[in-house]
T-cell receptor, first 113, second 115 residues
């Protein structure tokens, strides 16, 4: 049972380059999330999607775009990477019944130079 | 909006010491409360949970009581072990404006247990 799968695991970008972080879940969850983790800042929500076809901004959306391609997949795009976007990015998903806990992927460590 | 405040930075007990990591939350609704644990190189994973007031979450000797009157969910353990070393996040899950549950996390507490 794969759970939440993120690719790539590591990436180095030059300032101004673009890239897309991929995320897929196999738990039939409606809700999916993108967080970034920085030292001393915890997990900050970038964007979330409550269902296929809908997306909403979180706490720190500037510089990012997202696509909920289908129920399984939720991608995060950096159009023009900046050094301030150096971080570890986590995708997560959750159901909407019962215990609404988040399942996380392994993370993508992104460095922008 | 919702917020979670927890003991920040590092906590450095010795093996066998007791532990309390403080967590306070702020919300206008009736959230579920969680502690997540994160090991190096991995994503956070659920450690324990409480769904409503006066529920107690338990896992691997850790406990946390959902206290609505003080809006707190402190993580406690009587005797920590070196293997408990990890980063711990307090979190709540609440219905957002769009009808979706949105997890909100504290900044994390790094627990480093000395042998």
């Amino acid at each position: 049972n794969a759970g939440v799968t993120q690719t790539p695991k590591f990436q180095v970008l030059k300032t101004g380059q673009s890239m897309t972080l991929q995320c897929a879940q196999d738990m039939n969850h409606n809700s999916m999330y993108w967080y970034r983790q920085d030292p001393g800042m915890g997990l900050r929500l970038i964007y979330y999607s409550a269902s296929e076809g809908t997306t909403d901004k979180g706490e720190v959306p500037n510089g990012y775009n997202v696509s909920r391609l289908n129920k399984r997949e939720f991608s995060l795009r950096l159009e023009s990477a900046a050094p301030s976007q150096t971080s570890v990015y986590f995708c997560a998903s959750s159901g909407d019944r019962g215990v609404v806990r988040a399942f996380f992927g392994q993370g993508t460590r992104l460095t922008v130079v | 909006g919702d917020s979670v405040v927890q003991t920040e930075g590092q906590v450095l007990p010795s093996e066998g010491d007791s532990l309390i990591v403080n967590c306070s939350y702020e919300t206008t609704q009736y959230p579920s409360l969680f502690w997540y644990v994160q090991y190096p190189g991995e994503g956070p994973q659920l450690h324990l949970k409480a769904m409503k007031a006066n529920d107690k979450g338990r896992n691997k000797g850790f406990e946390a009581m959902y206290r609505k009157e003080t809006t707190s969910f402190h993580l406690e353990k009587d005797s920590v072990q070196e293997s408990d070393s990890a980063v711990y996040f307090c979190a709540l899950s609440d219905l957002g404006a769009g009808g979706s549950y949105i997890p909100t996390f504290g900044r994390g507490t790094s627990l480093i247990v000395h042998p």
